[in-house]
């Protein structure tokens, strides 16, 4: 039988105490802590679907999360506005972060981030959210925790969050607190979703990060431009070849570092710039956020720093920089921190649509039948439906790969489906570029740096 897990605040104690000897041994404790708990379900975490794939900007990594819920981007933002109508100061967040061993006043939580969830009963006998324990940290003063997320995209995926619940926001402090991350766990990179509906992430009502142990693939993206800041010598600045529309700074001194990003979001939140769509603010309200992430490389700070825009027109009623409506079969939600970095996070329908999706490709092209033929029947299948007109055109390309045989062992998604939807994934990230990687593009760059001189 296993040990009881120990309360939250023997549990934040034995953290501050492994933290002030070493980074690396607090955190392998409270990672060890949610696997032994089943708050981290291992076992469900290694029965989603993975697999890597080439594309024009590297190889990027592909997953199944058969535990995450699909979540539509307007329920998403109707959920932050509802949050951004509620009061949510509580005097215990105002007091100094270092007096703290325990959460916020035990009152039940308002969303999925709150700390009251570690410990408050929804029924008798029974907590929030079993087995999580939040350790606490220290970020720009402010009292922070760091936990690890049950859906565990990559090795040791952490999440760190406000201890105060109030909405996403990204500012001048939100540099200098994902500076301050990488300073106490310089193994990790941190980031954050971006703080308006549709780019912003699935939580927008609880200002948090996220990181862990992973390179993700625009992290290897290489610097395709470099660009020269005015009044910025010590931070090296630069275009990364991906599509998303992305910024890199390096330097060593994180104070110029995080001057410079301030300067970068001011700027873009006033940016406007017709020939590619851009427009910064209306009746809607702004437009322009972008999503900042950090690592540390020795000595240097690399900071990117993603341009997103969550307008919509009548012709994109989803977002104009968002996944378009023929691409939802594959992807509607919120493009959110980690798939802008590289890895798809896709919802568990697909591991039921994509074989049934497959088979009836197989069989249409060593049947010889034709593409309006096979749209037809996977219309006629609820589970089929909405990859009709998608795997027509498949056949049409690609039939001679699907009729022939496979070799190894079975994979009930055909590697032929692998590589397209991971094209679909590729589609979606260029789709979320504001500058698009042709003439126009290139010009809207210029212009966004003209706004420096």
């Excluded at 390179?215 to 395709?224: D, F, G, R, T, Y």
């Excluded at 029947?377 to 690609?398: K, P, V």
Aim: aromatic share 8%; hydrophobic share 40%.
């Amino acid at each position: 039988m296993s040990a009881p897990l120990p309360a939250p605040a023997e549990v934040r104690a034995e953290f501050d105490r492994l933290l002030a000897l070493d980074a690396e041994a607090a955190v392998a404790y409270l990672h060890r802590l949610g696997t032994s708990s089943g708050y981290i379900d291992e076992r469900a975490v290694a029965r989603n679907i993975c697999w890597t794939a080439a594309s024009p900007y590297g190889t990027l990594e592909m997953t199944i999360n058969l535990s995450k819920p699909e979540k539509d981007p307007r329920a998403i933002a109707a959920a932050q506005a509802g949050a951004a109508s509620i009061s949510n100061a509580t005097a215990d967040a105002a007091q100094p972060a270092a007096s703290h061993s325990t959460p916020p006043s035990p009152s039940f939580p308002q969303c999925e981030l709150c700390w009251e969830n570690e410990s408050i009963c929804r029924a008798p006998g029974r907590t929030a959210k079993p087995g999580l324990r939040i350790a606490r940290i220290e970020l720009s003063g402010e009292r922070w925790g760091l936990q690890f997320s049950p859906y565990a995209y990559f090795h040791e995926h952490c999440v760190a969050l406000s201890a105060e619940h109030r909405p996403m926001k990204i500012d001048a402090a939100c540099f200098v607190r994902l500076l301050d991350f990488v300073d106490l766990f310089p193994f990790y990179f941190i980031g954050s979703n971006a703080d308006l509906p549709i780019v912003g992430g699935s939580i927008l009502s609880h200002d948090h990060f996220q990181g862990g142990r992973h390179v993700l693939p625009l992290m290897k993206a290489p610097i395709e431009r470099n660009v020269a800041l005015p009044g910025t010598p010590q931070v090296r600045c630069g275009i990364v070849r991906w599509p998303a529309s992305t910024l890199r700074l390096v330097s060593e001194d994180r104070v110029a570092l995080a001057r410079v990003a301030a300067r970068v979001l001011k700027t873009w939140q006033g940016f406007s710039f017709e020939p590619c769509g851009i427009v910064a603010q209306d009746a809607d309200g702004p437009h322009n956020t972008l999503n900042p992430i950090v690592r540390r490389r020795g000595a240097l700070y690399v900071m990117d720093l993603v341009l997103r825009n969550n307008r919509t027109d009548k012709t994109h009623p989803w977002g104009v920089f968002h996944a378009h409506e023929k691409l939802h079969h594959i992807k509607k939600e919120n493009i959110g921190l980690i798939e802008i970095m590289g890895l798809a996070v896709l919802p568990p329908r697909l591991a039921r649509e994509l074989p049934r999706t497959g088979c009836e490709l197989v069989e249409a092209a060593r049947a010889e039948r034709a593409p309006d033929e096979i749209e037809s029947r996977l219309r006629a299948c609820e589970g089929t439906a909405s990859h009709a007109a998608w795997a027509a055109d498949i056949l049409a390309r690609r039939r001679a790969e699907l009729a022939a045989p496979t070799a190894g062992e079975y994979d009930p998604i055909h590697p032929v489906l692998r590589d397209e939807v991971a094209r679909a994934f590729t589609a979606i990230l260029e789709t979320t570029g504001v500058f698009k990687r042709n003439a126009t593009g290139a010009s809207g760059w210029n212009a966004f740096f003209s706004e420096f001189a």
